[in-house]
């Protein structure tokens, strides 16, 4: 399965690994110590060559990296994307994301887990994709909840700890979980910018690239499905300069909580 590569990937700019390269030793720089970085690949479940090619550059780099899994598509070929995990071992983690991944609301932002639906639904949802999980995954679940379009309620919210789940990610700007619930949000998102023009689109990521290593805390929003060539070298160089640097700290997502 795959979608249209963004602009910035499509097109990027000529001078774009050596702004990447820039942008990184501009952000380790300003953080002037320990930067703890970390991975969430999206839309995880089924197999596919982007799949397949994007644990393969985790793997080549040694990094960890957290695979966010829609409990619906698991059980289609299950022991397809369970053998293209296999080579990483102990770097990829599993953890779910949504149950289906379909939109509820009638009006406003997508979300899987909105307002628009009664807390039974959402909490009958929520275990049901945790079950198939637990019977696909077994112990390599887990207890971490990433919304479907990185958004949901506060109903929901409350709803995770009581079902089993320690944290919820989604990215930057994501309102506080309630008690009992950490939140491990992601700060640079490579694969789903909405910017049109790739010259801003190149622009905006190395700032928030440059902001998120400075700030000491890091977090890598992927979509392998939304990858193509331009997108894969980039990461390629991007992981290469993250492993290189004695500042930066790879950490699985599912040990970080803020
Ligand atoms: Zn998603």
């Not at 479940?45 to 598509?73: D, M, Y």
Request: with cysteine; hydrophobic share 45%; charged share 25%.
């Amino acid at each position: 399965m795959s979608a249209a590569p963004l602009p910035l990937w499509q097109d990027p700019p000529p001078d774009f690994d050596a702004r990447l390269d820039a942008a990184v030793a501009a952000g380790l720089e300003r953080a002037g110590g320990p930067v703890r970085v970390f991975f969430r690949d999206d839309d995880c479940g089924l197999p596919g060559a982007h799949f397949t090619r994007l644990i393969a550059l985790f793997i080549r780099h040694r990094l960890p990296l957290a695979l966010a899994v829609v409990p619906a598509w698991l059980p289609l070929k299950c022991g397809e994307f369970l053998a293209a995990v296999e080579p990483a071992g102990e770097l990829v983690s599993l953890h779910m994301h949504g149950l289906r991944h379909v939109n509820h609301e009638r009006q406003g932002k997508k979300q899987e887990f909105g307002p628009a639906r009664e807390a039974a639904a959402k909490a009958l949802d929520l275990s049901r994709g945790r079950e198939i999980l637990v019977r696909y995954l077994g112990a390599r679940l887990r207890p971490v909840f990433t919304p479907p379009w990185n958004r949901c309620d506060a109903e929901t919210l409350a709803l995770l700890p009581g079902l089993g789940f320690r944290l919820v990610s989604r990215y930057a700007g994501a309102p506080t979980p309630p008690p009992g619930l950490g939140a491990v949000d992601l700060n640079v998102d490579l694969h789903t910018r909405r910017e049109a023009d790739p010259e801003r689109a190149a622009r905006l990521l190395e700032s928030d690239l440059a902001a998120a290593l400075a700030s000491g805390r890091a977090g890598f929003m992927l979509h392998h499905r939304r990858m193509n060539d331009s997108a894969f070298s980039a990461l390629d160089l991007l992981l290469g300069l993250l492993a290189a640097s004695p500042a930066v700290r790879p950490v699985p997502l599912e040990d970080l909580a803020t």
